[in-house]
């Protein structure tokens, strides 16, 4: 009636308006006033309490509990019609996984129009402002570009720590911020790609399979360990020990092999030792190259093949002692195993996708060398592969758990009390390779069907509950290890983590995210650390996926939005384990905070022209007179010069490679230079001491002539520097190496504003005569 209704007040045919409705991009049915004004109120009172959310991927426990919570969601324009469906559809599965029982009609229709409902309160609020984003990617949305009052569930930059890459390096700086030690929660981690951290891991290559192989003399030979034997529940044998095949029954390996791995193993406590300080690059190995590629044939025979080895009861407690002081400096050497078993992972892949198990060096190397693109990007890790796990029923198994990081800065974690094991399909055997037996991810186990050697007692899902798995432990007696081993195990070394990328990842006050941890454990129930998953499935797959996953979500949203409003709200299944100290950060003020600076240039010598030897032109006829009758008396030859006054002729001093030549001019830095001082040629010119110390004139002969009524200290405006004439005599003629210093003070005006004066009013005058007044002869 309602629609005949709206049909006749718009007076358009049944069959047309019908048709065009059919038509539509939402498909929604005709609309009547009371449905229109209902979506109106509604979509305006969330409009004003903030509440528009918008949701990229398939998150329909989500978009329920947002609904019900009085969000409108608004719908991305670039999602077509076809993935809306999709959508919906997978919204339809997870409600009834949910609920296993079946509505009737009525129920189904009254769904359908309240989907109606939502579809018209998503169209009226889809110019409005989103407040709450919702996505699978955490690049689908920049959260620079949000507003304050905007929310996401993802933070920038947290690659860091949720790529295999980004948790191989940000672990490597724990030692910064904890004492902890990465070793005893992550499994040794290398890059590929980079050319150091390839030669490290040969070496680590290289040396767990010489503790692999001291391990399996004190096995094979001489008994297990107890220490070895700790946490083993249901293998009645260490597993990775191959069979022995025909071919190589009667063949042997010298015990050369045994004393190489014990040499090698105490050069490693050597080093840590620091005895080593004195090797250098010229030290020659304990093995060269070429004898490294013996012992890993003669290994690999060993250990995969079954050969024997030609060994005394001696080497086996040698290998004992030996193995005794490896173990309490290197945490991992429980779960290294024997078969050296290492596993490459693509850095930024999910669900276990390109995944591969070698155990033997030159092919892990050949995989590295022959792909240019591995080599380029670097993005590819080698991992030491946990050989010896904690099994059940004969059965590899990993677990994942869930936190939620609600702040960076202070760092704020909260850690999901419940999780959920993942097993593989087939048994646990280190004698092949098959992804099927060693990776536990439910997106590559749900492609193989279960093996029929395989515990009847493991579900066929191939998953447990936490709850389950504590139950197991009880039955064997160990049930108090979970919260005692386990809990803590994985609450350390999530914190631990998270400290390491806090300096990465860029903090946001109104964003969260929600990851997924993977941990192994082993034989003694200590949690190993494998990966970090940013958006973690949370499709309902299993029995057990199907209970925790929506309640895994709902108490993200208690977490992230009831408890800004009530800081007193349950918070379910979620527990707050970390809290760190708010670190102060200084407010911005809109200041460029940007330091410029200006390279360091070289100084520049100081500008003086001292003494410059030149003819210069005459300042007086008696000047010239007297500069013409020095330069007659130097051409003269040598043996003249001897014969006359030594005032006159001067030797020259070799020892200090001083060469007198012509005349020694000085030029005081005037801006007009009309004229120039010139001194005799055999001169040379130092300052006067007593100039520059005033009250020491016991060593200088002042004349009365040269006393000024000024104070004779040296200005930078006003310099009072005279010049003092030495004359270089020897005192005996035999003897040339031998002089007497004579110092002749001369009547100089030095300072450049008195000569000038004094020359340019003797000029005026006609009077420019420069005369040079003789000092008291020595005695």
Request: charged share 25%; aromatic share 8%.
């Amino acid at each position: 009636m309602g629609n005949h209704c709206q049909n006749n007040e718009l007076n358009l045919p049944v069959s047309s308006l019908e048709g065009r409705v059919r038509c539509s991009y939402i498909n929604l049915p005709l609309i009547n006033g009371d449905r229109l004004r209902t979506a109106k109120t509604l979509v305006d009172k969330a409009i004003k309490e903030k509440k528009v959310f918008s949701i990229q991927g398939p998150y329909p426990v989500i978009r329920t509990a947002l609904r019900a919570r009085g969000w409108v969601e608004r719908r991305q324009p670039r999602l077509s019609f076809p993935q809306l469906r999709r959508h919906r559809e997978l919204e339809t599965e997870a409600t009834d996984e949910a609920d296993s029982s079946d509505g009737d009609g009525e129920e189904g229709e009254r769904n359908d129009d309240a989907d109606d409902m939502y579809d018209l309160m998503s169209r009226l609020v889809r110019n409005e402002t989103t407040y709450l984003y919702w996505t699978t990617k955490r690049d689908s949305i920049d959260c620079r570009s949000l507003r304050k009052d905007q929310m996401t569930n993802h933070y920038a930059k947290a690659g860091s720590f949720t790529t295999k890459v980004g948790l191989c390096m940000s672990l490597r700086n724990l030692q910064w911020f904890d004492t902890a030690d990465p070793d005893t929660f992550f499994p040794r981690c290398y890059r590929l790609g980079a050319e150091d951290e390839k030669h490290a891991f040969i070496e680590d290559f290289r040396q767990t399979a010489c503790t692999s192989l001291l391990l399996y003399v004190v096995e094979r030979y001489g008994g297990d360990l107890e220490w070895v034997r700790t946490g083993e529940m249901d293998d009645a044998t260490f597993p990775g020990v191959s069979k022995p095949r025909k071919k190589h029954t009667n063949q042997r390996v010298g015990v050369s092999l045994i004393d190489n791995a014990l040499h090698v193993c105490q050069e490693y406590l050597n080093s840590l030792e620091h005895c080593d300080i004195d090797v250098n690059l010229q030290t020659v190995p304990t093995l060269s190259e070429e004898q490294w590629k013996v012992f890993l044939q003669n290994y690999y025979l060993v250990i995969h093949e079954g050969v024997k080895i030609e060994v005394s009861e001696a080497y086996v407690e040698h290998c004992k002692c030996m193995l005794v002081h490896m173990r309490r400096v290197c945490p991992q050497l429980e779960t290294d195993g024997l078969c050296n078993i290492w596993i490459i992972k693509p850095g930024a892949k999910s669900r276990g996708r390109g995944i591969m198990c070698m155990k033997k060096l030159d092919e892990i190397l050949s995989l590295v060398d022959g792909d240019l693109a591995l080599i380029k990007d670097s993005k590819w890790v080698v991992q030491k592969y946990l050989e010896r796990p904690l099994l059940v029923h004969g059965t590899k198994f990993d677990i994942r758990q869930w936190f939620l990081v609600t702040d960076w800065n202070p760092l704020t974690v909260w850690f999901y009390r419940e999780c959920y094991l993942r097993f593989s399909t087939q048994p646990y055997s280190t004698h092949t390779l098959d992804s099927s037996v060693h990776l536990c991810n439910n997106s590559i186990q749900k492609h193989f069907q279960p093996s029929p050697d395989r515990d009847p007692s493991l579900p066929e899902e191939c998953m447990w509950s936490c709850s389950q798995f504590r139950s197991w432990l009880a039955v064997s007696g160990r049930g108090y290890l979970w919260e005692g081993v386990v809990v803590p195990g994985m609450q350390k070394a999530v914190i631990q983590t998270l400290l390491t990328a806090q300096d990465s990842v860029e903090p946001r006050k109104a964003s969260f995210e929600l990851y997924g941890a993977d941990f192994m454990l082993g034989r003694d129930l200590r949690p190993w650390l494998l990966e970090i998953n940013a958006s973690p499935t949370m499709a309902p797959s299993t029995k057990v996926t199907a209970r925790l996953c929506p309640a895994v979500q709902e108490d993200t949203l208690r977490i992230v939005l009831d408890r800004r409003c009530d800081r007193n709200t349950h918070t379910g299944g979620f527990q707050l384990i970390y809290k760190q100290a708010a670190v102060e950060i200084p407010q911005y003020v809109g200041v460029n905070l940007l330091v410029e600076g200006t390279p360091i240039r070289r100084p520049r010598a100081t500008v003086y022209k001292p003494l410059i030897q030149s003819q210069p032109e005459p300042l007086s006829k008696s000047t010239s007179h007297y500069r013409s009758s020095m330069t007659a008396s130097q051409c003269s030859s040598g043996k003249e010069n001897q014969s006359e006054d030594p005032k006159k002729a001067w030797p020259i001093l070799s020892s200090r490679k001083a060469t007198l030549q012509h005349s020694l001019t000085y030029r005081p830095k005037l801006r007009k230079r009309p004229h120039r001082l010139v001194l005799p040629s055999s001169c040379c010119v130092f300052p006067n001491p007593a100039e520059l110390h005033p009250q020491k004139l016991s060593h200088t002969h002042v004349q009365p002539d040269q006393q000024r009524t000024r104070s004779n200290l040296p200005s930078l405006l006003c310099p009072n520097t005279s010049l003092d004439i030495i004359s270089l005599r020897p005192e005996q003629e035999n003897t040339p190496s031998r002089y007497k210093h004579d110092t002749h003070p001369v009547s100089t005006s030095y300072p450049v504003l008195r000569m000038q004066q004094y020359l340019s009013r003797n000029h005026k005058r006609g009077m420019g005569t420069f005369q040079e007044k003789e000092g008291p002869k020595s005695s």
